[in-house]
């Protein structure tokens, strides 16, 4: 059966290079297209919460969805088909899923993402704050001092405001402290952190720690490969 793993950060903090790196693990000839990664997706996506549910998210209220969520998670990590990831004849031995979400739980007390039977483990990645702050006032076409501030409210997010549909659904970040705190100091989840600063300076070894965690095998060539293709000064 594939394992899942989930991908957490906060946003901004070098996600998609990793799952960058991942991807071109099995890249042929040329490297994978940075906007068209082929991996597990986000979790806070909106197509497999309806497929997998069989309700339009669109009629749910946030709060209906997140205690839906954890049921689809677990339907997903025990194989449930899903046309927006992997049919099970095509699913690879890991399957990485980027997550945004804080580690948090449902109004029933149960974790969002499901826990044990969402997930089999987490590579958590975690980048300077000052380097954040930059890079998310871009994102966010904001000023660093509106970033900051946005760093530091414990009641932020992503896809938060009621009565709109977002493309996404609800992901509670709880700030930049809260986000890293709340998956480091869970308890459910086995946890692999990785700094962004680290594998700038140790890419294949970061990467190769990682993937010993998660429990996928790679090559030498492979690594060699992936960090060549996935190389940021490329």
């Not at 996600?15 to 806070?44: C, E």
Request: hydrophobic share 35%; with cysteine.
């Amino acid at each position: 059966m594939t394992r899942t793993i989930w991908l957490p950060s906060y946003p901004k903090s070098g996600n998609t290079w990793f799952r960058m790196l991942v991807v071109n693990l099995s890249a042929v000839g040329r490297p994978v297209d940075i906007n068209d990664l082929p991996d597990g997706g986000i979790a806070s996506a909106r197509g497999p919460f309806d497929y997998m549910s069989l309700i339009d998210s669109g009629l749910l209220t946030h709060d209906e969805i997140d205690a839906l969520r954890p049921r689809v998670y677990e339907e997903l990590a025990r194989g449930g088909r899903n046309d927006e990831y992997d049919a099970p004849e095509d699913a690879p031995p890991v399957r990485f899923v980027k997550a945004h979400d804080a580690y948090t739980l449902t109004a029933k007390g149960e974790p969002l993402l499901a826990g044990r039977r969402g997930a089999d483990g987490a590579i958590v990645i975690v980048r300077d704050p000052r380097d954040v702050a930059p890079s998310l006032a871009n994102h966010n076409r904001s000023s660093i001092d509106e970033a900051i501030e946005f760093m530091n409210d414990p009641g932020a997010g992503y896809c938060m405001k009621p009565g709109r549909l977002h493309n996404q659904l609800r992901q509670q970040l709880l700030g930049w402290s809260g986000h890293i705190a709340s998956w480091l100091d869970q308890t459910d989840l086995p946890v692999h952190l990785v700094r962004y600063e680290d594998l700038q300076a140790d890419t294949p070894g970061e990467l190769c720690r990682a993937l010993d965690f998660a429990g996928r095998r790679a090559s030498d060539e492979d690594i060699r490969r992936a960090v060549s293709f996935a190389s940021l000064t490329s």
